[in-house]
T-cell receptor, first 113, second 114 residues
């Protein structure tokens, strides 16, 4: 059974700092890995998807990496801004016919002006 | 990406009653899913809603408690039956086309049971 762990559970940084969020998963037989953000009272917004054959994906100030063999992914946020404050969730996607997402509990990020 | 609308956005219900949550998508989608997010917990998949056939439930979730309908490729409902305070959660629907396409989520339904 896939289990996903995110560290740290919460992180508070000053504006402008670069930061790294960590995600680990127990079953390396994943189809892909997705990073989402969740704002208070809102649903999830997809940020990045890394295919199992890829090592990293970039979108603007966000860079996600994937190391399948060690069961780890990281989300790097450059030059953080107060608008980046949210909960960040990673989800490992199993293969098969239903593409099931297994989520971590998330990292609550606060960027202080 | 698809625009997903969930109704209601929130509700407060009495113990023992049932509530049906609707999920409407603005385009036809292959896959629709229902998740639960309990307070302080990660999202857990309840079931995959299959068009024209019975939903596929994950371990720990049963059809009698969470009946699901999916009459077409743009709409699904989740009913939370015979509710108890332990059912107080956020319920989210998501859609996907499979492969290496991301899943997209609705804003969720915040459910409180008194």
């Amino acid at each position: 059974k896939q289990e996903v762990t995110q560290i740290p559970a919460a992180l508070s940084v000053p504006e402008g700092e670069n930061l790294v969020l960590n995600c680990s998963f127990t079953d390396s037989a994943i189809y892909n890995l997705q990073w989402f953000r969740q704002d208070p009272g809102k649903g999830l917004t997809s940020l990045l998807l890394i295919q199992s054959s890829q090592r990293e994906q970039t979108s603007g100030r966000l860079n996600a990496s994937l190391d399948k063999s060690s069961g780890r992914s990281t989300l790097y946020i450059a030059a953080s801004q107060p608008g980046d404050s949210a909960t960040y969730l990673c989800a490992a996607v199993s293969g098969g016919s239903n593409y099931k997402l297994t989520f971590g509990k998330g990292t609550l990020l606060t960027v202080n002006p | 990406s698809a625009v997903i609308s969930q109704k209601p956005s929130r509700d407060i219900c009495q113990r023992g009653t049932s509530l049906t949550i609707q999920c409407q998508v603005d385009s036809q989608v292959t896959m629709m899913f229902w998740y639960r997010q309990q307070p302080g917990q990660s999202l857990t998949l309840i079931a995959t809603a299959n068009q024209g056939s019975e939903a596929t439930y994950e371990s720990g979730f049963v059809i009698d408690k969470f009946p699901i309908s999916r009459p077409n490729l743009t709409f699904s409902t989740l009913t939370v039956s015979n509710m108890s305070p332990e059912d107080s959660s956020i319920y989210l629907c998501s859609v996907g086309s499979g492969g290496n396409q991301p899943q997209h989520f609705g804003d969720g339904t915040r459910l409180s049971i008194l």
